[in-house]
């Protein structure tokens, strides 16, 4: 059974930068494509970003490209959400996904994995 768990979340100011992070167990990392979704209360999940198994194919929601960075280390069994140019509208609560499908896709129903969620909260 795969595991995730998130870390990272926090307070910051708009224009700043935050990096979550999400640490798999449980099966064979590089095996896993990983995603970043977020929700905020009474609202559907929402696709942010997401990186296959192989780290050569990504996919970027509109509303952080440019902004926003994942990166995976097969070595620490790890991906990474690098945050930058936070606004308000980015405050939420932040999971990180895993799956063992080929692709990677944007429906939350799709992944088989979830953390518990990471508070990140930006400030005017």
């Known amino acids: 059974q795969v595991q995730v768990v998130e870390s990272g979340g926090g307070l910051v100011q708009a224009g700043g930068s935050l990096r979550l992070s999400c640490a798999a167990s449980g099966g064979t990392f590089s095996s896993l494509a990983m995603g970043w979704f977020r929700q905020a209360p009474g609202k559907e999940r929402e696709f942010v970003v997401a990186v296959s198994r192989s780290g050569l194919s990504f996919d970027y929601a509109d509303a952080v490209k440019g902004r926003f960075t994942i990166s995976r280390d097969n070595a620490k069994n790890t991906v990474y959400l690098q945050m930058n140019s936070l606004k308000l509208e980015d405050t939420t609560v932040y999971y990180c996904?895993?799956?063992?499908?080929?692709?990677?896709?944007?429906?939350?129903?799709?992944?088989?994995?979830w953390g518990q969620g990471t508070q990140v909260t930006v400030s005017s």
């Open positions: 996904a895993a799956d063992g499908k080929f692709s990677i896709y944007r429906d939350a129903g799709v992944w088989g994995y």
